[in-house]
């Protein structure tokens, strides 16, 4: 089978699937990842035949791809901030809404001239949020929080692949003894689990079946749950004037808003997406 062949044989294939454009978003990642050439290298070279060994990962490849699995996680890999992360079932993929939150960060850390803050991610799955913060600026003291093990050793090898300074604790943000440990922060960041129980109706089977719940969703009757922890949480390790800032569901984008304020955080803004949904929110104590 040629270079090109296992390409459209594999976009065909996943057509039941996903969209056009998907599909050969995916087919494109899986060959790239095989026969390491660039799209324009195997235009070129598109009669060059899959040697047994890439025909052997590529039948395993196109196996766990129909059977719904994410390609990140078929190929272990994920882009986030123009970095490659290591990543499995143990965490979520990154998402491109998720630089934006690292954008804003970066951008008010420079603004408050906090270039050498102290700052946690709570919930750090993969590592990618602080891990890209980290190479954006190179004299704050990062920190990852986590409530699981098998996703700390995923930010771990992450931030040795990427060299990066990151420290990583395990602990609940549920459980406020397990939170004694921790000192003092300039800024708090956190995408925490949103999605209510109830929303999982009608999710793409790639997420469901794959992706860690535990990362995920939140019971129906207390979907802020996470939010409320951290923002005390911050009341108490947050210095003067520190800052907060979170990923959100957009539909209780005024919800989390309210209890912010209701705390004692005061200059409350959000930020929609590119796609114009209130994602993200920042808040000052």
């Known amino acids: 089978m040629t270079v090109q062949e296992a390409y459209t044989t594999l976009m065909y294939r996943l057509f039941d699937l996903y969209d056009d454009r998907e599909s050969a978003n995916i087919a494109n990642m899986v060959i790239e990842n095989i026969t390491d050439l660039q799209?324009?290298?195997r235009i070129l070279n598109k009669k060059m035949l899959l040697n047994p060994g890439q025909m052997q990962q590529f039948a395993?490849?196109?196996d766990a791809l129909l059977l719904h699995k994410p390609v990140q996680y078929v190929l272990n890999e994920a882009w986030f901030a123009a970095m490659k992360f290591y990543v499995n079932e143990n965490v979520l993929i990154p998402r491109p809404e998720t630089e934006e939150l690292v954008n804003w960060v970066v951008k008010e850390t420079i603004a408050c001239n906090l270039q050498t803050a102290s700052i946690l991610d709570i919930g750090t799955g993969s590592g990618c949020i602080p891990i890209a913060l980290k190479s954006k600026l190179t004299g704050a003291d990062i920190h990852g929080l986590d409530v699981s093990g098998a996703a700390l050793d995923v930010a771990k090898i992450n931030a040795a692949k990427l060299q990066a300074s990151v420290k990583f604790y395990q602990a609940d943000i549920l459980n406020e003894p397990s939170l004694r440990q921790f000192s003092s922060f300039d800024i708090i960041?956190?995408?925490p689990p949103y999605i209510k129980q109830s929303e999982n109706v009608g999710m793409r089977q790639n997420v469901l079946l794959y992706e860690p719940h535990?990362?995920?969703?939140v019971p129906d009757d207390d979907a802020l749950m996470f939010y409320k922890?951290?923002?005390?949480f911050g009341l108490n390790h947050l210095t003067t004037n520190g800052l907060l800032f979170f990923e959100i569901n957009e539909v209780?984008?005024?919800e989390v808003a309210q209890m912010l304020s209701a705390n004692g955080y005061k200059e409350i803004e959000t930020r929609v997406d590119l796609q114009g949904k209130e994602r993200m929110i920042k808040a000052k104590l």
Request: proline share 0%; charged share 15%.
């Open 39 to 41: 799209k324009i290298d």
């Open 60 to 62: 395993a490849f196109s």
């Open 189 to 191: 960041v956190s995408n």
């Open 214 to 217: 535990l990362a995920l969703f």
């Open 229 to 232: 922890a951290i923002a005390v």
């Open 252 to 254: 209780h984008a005024k």
